[in-house]
């Protein structure tokens, strides 16, 4: 069965730097990546996807994953965050062939001026 | 009003009530799901109902029980719950039932049971 690793449950920077959020898979079949967000008092909210095509992926607020078949990964990353950044990030996979997609525990990211 | 919505946005329940969730998404989707989210664990896939059909019940208890009247709308009703069932319980909507479908969720129902 798929399953999904974030390493870090919480990951707190200062405002303007650089930022990665880990993210693992268990299977290297046929996969479909997600990562999501989830601002305090709000649902979750797509960041970005990769089903096919290029590696990597960006989202329309500066965030990028690349998708890394060798090792499995998923990371987001973002060169320079802001505080509004402040939020949980859950990573989730979808193998082929599959209708349930499987989330990992997220990552808290606090963005400290 | 627009996206999915989710009613009530908190509520707190004994063992004995009965209540439910209600759901409504506005997008024209054909597919709901509903997700439970507690403390410290990974976001579960609940049901799945796919144009108005269940798809999918991912083991859930029978104390929980989903309704989906049509396409727009989800409910899920409890009944007899336990402690360990308080949660933030979350609805989500996609123009089908492929995962691969972007799923937009609803701000949750954060549930507490005494």
């Known amino acids: 069965a798929q399953s999904v690793t974030q390493l870090d449950s919480q990951v707190p920077v200062f405002e303007e730097a650089p930022v990665e959020l880990r993210c693992n898979y268990s299977?290297?079949?046929?996969?479909?990546l997600f990562w999501y967000v989830q601002y305090p008092n709000q649902g979750l909210q797509l960041l970005l996807k990769y089903l096919s095509g290029s590696t990597l992926v960006e989202s329309i607020n500066g965030f990028e994953a690349e998708f890394n078949k060798s090792q499995t990964s998923f990371h987001l990353r973002k060169p320079s965050v802001h505080i509004s950044d402040t939020a949980e990030y859950f990573c989730a996979a979808l193998q082929g062939g599959s209708e349930k997609l499987v989330f990992g525990k997220g990552t808290k990211l606090t963005v400290n001026p | 009003e627009t996206g999915v919505t989710q009613t009530p946005r908190h509520l707190v329940m004994g063992m004995t009530n009965k209540k439910s969730l209600k759901c409504e998404q506005h997008l024209g989707h054909n597919a709901m799901y509903w997700y439970k989210q507690s403390a410290k664990k990974p976001l579960e896939l609940m049901f799945v109902y796919n144009f108005k059909e269940q798809t999918e019940n991912n083991s859930v208890p029978s104390r929980f029980s989903p309704e989906c009247p049509n396409s727009s709308h989800l409910f899920l009703h409890l009944h007899t719950l336990q402690p360990e069932d308080s949660a933030l319980y979350l609805c989500?909507?996609?123009?089908?039932?492929?995962?691969?479908?972007?799923?937009?969720f609803g701000p949750g129902t954060r549930l507490t049971v005494l």
């Open positions: 299977s290297s079949v046929s996969v479909y």
């Open positions: 989500a909507s996609s123009q089908a039932a492929s995962m691969s479908d972007t799923q937009y």
